[in-house]
């Protein structure tokens, strides 16, 4: 109980700074405060921009199971939103790895999100547009 208690407080607190992240008109001070939340939330930034989308998920093994399919989607929220920050072909990459995330998320959580399925369908789109 405490355990999830835990978690769900964390997932309140990740959804918070992010949306003042959003707000926040600077994209230097963004890209800063994007690299703050990778460590608070998931690891070390620069493993997860240059591992490859199998590192990235057995990195998640260090979590206990409980824990593991949030932040498995903290994971895969950053990416996305930090794809608005980049281009070419890291923007690819990264979209590529969030929608590995969300779909994993999606066939292993019990809980339906219409959210996440909108967000996988728009990455999808984006995938495809930077691919024409």
């Known amino acids: 109980m405490l355990e999830r208690d835990y978690i769900m407080r964390l997932v309140r607190e990740f959804a918070e700074a992010l949306e003042l992240l959003l ?3 600077d994209r230097d001070t963004q890209r800063e405060e994007i690299r703050t939340m990778y460590t608070r939330y998931v690891g070390p930034y620069e493993f997860y921009h240059t591992a490859a989308v199998e590192d990235v998920m057995q990195s998640f093994e260090q979590y206990p199971e409980e824990e593991r399919l949030n932040r498995m989607e903290m994971l895969a929220e950053l990416y996305y939103v930090e794809t ?3 281009s070419g072909p890291v923007r690819e990459m ?14 292993h959580d019990r809980t339906y999100s219409l959210t996440r399925i909108e967000k996988m369908g ?8 930077l691919r024409s």
Do not use: Q, T, Y
């Not at 728009?122 to 547009?129: H, T």
């Open 84 to 86: 608005s920050l980049v």
């Open 122 to 129: 728009e990455i999808r789109r984006e995938i495809k547009k």
């Open 23 to 25: 707000n926040k008109k």
């Open 94 to 107: 990264m979209l590529g790895k969030a929608l590995a995330i969300f779909d994993f998320v999606d066939s």
